[in-house]
């Protein structure tokens, strides 16, 4: 039995905050502002799993009001996220992602992306596909305000 989800998250960019994509620090001038490190890649990633069950999304599980998780690294947030997953009896088959930022160009950081979630997730990294692209200008992307994330996984019945 097969089961797909879908994530997708927002994040305003801002100086003076570290940028943290896919479980990697990214150098630029700007970071994500958030209550946890601001990851939004891996809180699409963190919806898609959820979704994928049914299980409601990380502002339930995880509140921005919590101080349990001011600053968090949201790659505990996506390993709790992944354990009710694997609780249900379901494991990932693959995830497929994609970032719309203007900038930074992060293809230099998509293999160590892709290696931080697979360590997270405990599978292979061929499961793991993270696509980028800008929106040519327009927008509060192109506008480098924000940055925004999707995810789609699919989960197998083990
Ligand atoms: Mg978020």
Not at 74 to 84: A, D, G, Q, T, V
Not at 125 to 144: C, M, P, Q, V, Y
Request: proline residues 3%; hydrophobic residues 45%; negative net charge.
């Amino acid at each position: 039995m097969y089961r797909i989800g879908q994530g997708i998250d927002f994040h305003q960019l801002v100086e003076g905050r570290k940028l943290f994509l896919g479980g990697v620090l990214v150098p630029h001038h700007k970071g994500c502002l958030a209550h946890s490190d601001g990851d939004v890649l891996l809180h699409a990633l963190c919806d898609a799993l959820l979704g994928a069950l049914g299980l409601g999304d990380i502002g339930l599980h995880f509140p921005d009001t919590s101080n349990e998780f001011k600053d968090a690294d949201s790659k505990l947030l996506l390993k709790r996220c992944y354990e009710m997953v694997q609780e249900r009896g379901f494991s990932l088959v693959n995830a497929d992602m994609t970032l719309l930022l203007q900038a930074p160009k992060i293809r230099p950081y998509v293999a160590a992306m892709q290696q931080s979630i697979s360590d997270v997730l405990t599978v292979e990294i061929a499961d793991i596909s993270i696509k980028a692209t800008t929106t040519e200008h327009l927008s509060f992307i192109g506008r480098e305000e924000g940055v925004v994330a999707t995810a789609t996984v699919l989960l197998q019945r083990n």
